[in-house]
């Protein structure tokens, strides 16, 4: 549920993350070019770090929208590679829809849902099928198989098959 904390905590509700940022931007060409779906992306990124009052070092794993579409997967590398000033070489990344398939406007709600228990348990779930990237992703540490994580700090990037681009920071809680 998504709720104000102070309701959550009235009514001593476990509170398992914070959003603590958003941002979001629209690519009018719908990944038609590559540079305005990658700036897209990117900005939608800088503004829920923005938002959040975070640096891209502070974010600790990443749920990418990543749906195994050779384009959009690229677009999506690079926006990220943009969005984060190049801090994605060693960040922890997910993509759900591996596993899950393209569920359209479920995807960013899905992706919400799997990183708080990524946060909670402390296991980021491997990408499926997974075998190879192209070398100009910079994303090393994207792979098949689960990593144990201690995220305080998670990005979830969603893009939306229309050309939006929704970002969100979460924070995760300690203390209820």
Avoid: W
């Amino acid at each position: 549920m998504l709720e104000e904390a102070s309701f959550a905590r009235e009514r001593g509700a476990l509170i398992l993350a914070e959003i603590t940022g958003h941002g979001c931007s629209y690519d009018c060409l719908n990944g038609d070019d590559d540079g305005v779906a990658e700036a897209s992306i990117a900005l939608s990124i800088q503004r829920a770090l923005h938002d959040a009052f975070t640096l891209p070092h502070e974010i600790d794993c990443l749920s990418a929208s990543a749906n195994g579409s050779p384009d959009g997967d690229r677009r999506e590398a690079h926006g990220l590679f943009a969005g984060l000033n190049g801090q994605t070489h060693k960040l922890p990344i997910t993509a759900i829809k591996s596993m899950l398939g393209e569920t359209l406007g479920a995807a960013g709600p899905l992706q919400v849902t799997a990183m708080l228990e990524s946060m909670r348990d402390g296991v980021l779930p491997g990408i499926q099928c997974l075998q190879e990237m192209d070398d100009d992703f910079a994303l090393d540490q994207a792979g098949p198989d689960n990593e144990e994580i201690d995220a305080q700090t998670a990005l979830i990037n969603s893009v939306g098959i229309d050309g939006h681009c929704c970002s969100l920071v979460l924070a995760k809680c300690d203390v209820n």
